[in-house]
């Protein structure tokens, strides 16, 4: 059995990847790292197409070019549900909200979740890929979440 | 001063075998009403208004026409058939190719001079300026933006490569159903699949004036002389209204590197001679800076 030990990267397709990282950048002040397939040695590798990659928060994410034209989801919500969840402080939601707003962004939210549960408002929308995402701040902010369990 | 400011092109300056055989080649290209031949020992001219081509006689002409460099000349429009016509008639191979500029989306004539220096037949309808574009290979897009865009302040035309509409023009192209020229597109075997990876060239098209420079990140092995050396040929003219000096401290202060290190690195060499800067891009792409007075 695979004793997985943490998560690595993801991969996320999109029309274009630079617009789609900017989109990242301007949403969610990702980083640039760097671009896998820039240089040449990576060209004659057949390593396809430029995929940049970039952090959010030490979450690593790789942008790629969809290799088929994939029509868009209407909904900001995605369509079962599946989303890739990013926190805030409490105190930066409204700022990330406002940030939206700013950037005519298309969202649903914020939505306000049960008082009893470990959620407190989140906010949902797609990246230019059709991506589904979600921006949240957690009742249980202060409390350690998930540490990393290093391998001995 | 204030941000670096790059006019548009004065010239490009190009290695030629045979100034003689090379003469009468552009002669078919320009002929004899847009400008003047000028001859000065191992070199001759060819000045059309405000631009001018310069040859430089070597024995081994660096043309690096195996990665698709080359100029892009502008021809009056109607003139473009006839040209090539006459360019075939005397014994050059004419190929009809587009590229990924959206001004190059159409076919159109590509030569080789009696070097090997690549040129590229483009229409237009204003024919006064000789230079339409300039295009170099290079072996790391990401620093070669920072160098064209930060670095020398270029404004961003377009890009190519990035895309699923791009992508599906390469595996078009792969089909056999897409007339690009050949450095713009690749297919290496991927590392991972063992197939073949019909690949886009990623480009960035830079503009400088009325002029653009096309970047393309190659799959080619880029020969290039020693990094001291940083006045060679083939490379392009830039004009500048300052002065060498403010060019020259700006050069000086300007760091560049795609990634976020603390050092003080990323530094652009650069040499001054008299009102001229001499610089070269990590790939050994080399770029004059004509200053003012």
Sequence with gaps: MANIEGLNHTGRSVPDVRTGEQFYVDVLGAHHCNTI???TEDV??????????????GYLFVLFPHQDDIPLPESPRGED????GFSVSRQRFDDVVARARDLELPFEGPVQHPEHGPFGESLYFTDPGGNFMEVCWRRDEEVAYNPLVSKK | MGPLQLEGFASVVLDAADLRATREFYSLLFGSDRGQWREHGRRVTFVG????????????????AHAGQHVGYRIPRAEIGR?????????????????????ERDTTPYAKDPSGNIVELVPSDHAGTLIDHYY???EDIEHAELFYLNALRGQLDTYFGYSTADVSQAHRWSEGKDSAAPWTRNAYVSFRTHEPNPTPAAQVFTRFGEGYVGVTLT???????????????????????HAPHEVASYLASVRISP????YDGGRIRFRREGRDIFLRDRSGNFFQIACAG
């Excluded at chain 1, 549900?81 to 890739?84: D, L, P, V």
């Excluded at chain 2, 016509?85 to 959206?102: C, I, K």
């Excluded at chain 2, 080619?220 to 490379?235: A, D, G, I, S, V």
């Design chain 2, 219 to 241: 799959g080619q092995r880029l020969p290039e002389p020693p990094e001291e050396f940083l006045k060679y040929t083939p490379r392009l003219v830039f004009r500048s209204s």
């Design chain 2, 259 to 262: 990634v976020s290190l603390r």
């Design chain 2, 83 to 103: 040209v090539a016509d006459s360019l075939a008639a005397s014994g050059f191979e004419v190929n009809r190719w587009h590229e990924d500029h959206p001004s």
């Design chain 2, 136 to 138: 170099v290979p290079v």
């Design chain 1, 37 to 39: 397939s820039s240089a």
């Design chain 1, 44 to 57: 004659r590798a057949g390593r396809g197409a430029p995929h940049p990659c970039n952090t959010v928060a």
């Design chain 2, 49 to 64: 208004g405000d631009q001018s081509v310069e040859f430089v006689r070597h024995p081994r002409p660096r043309t690096l």
């Design chain 1, 81 to 84: 549900g599946s989303r890739i």
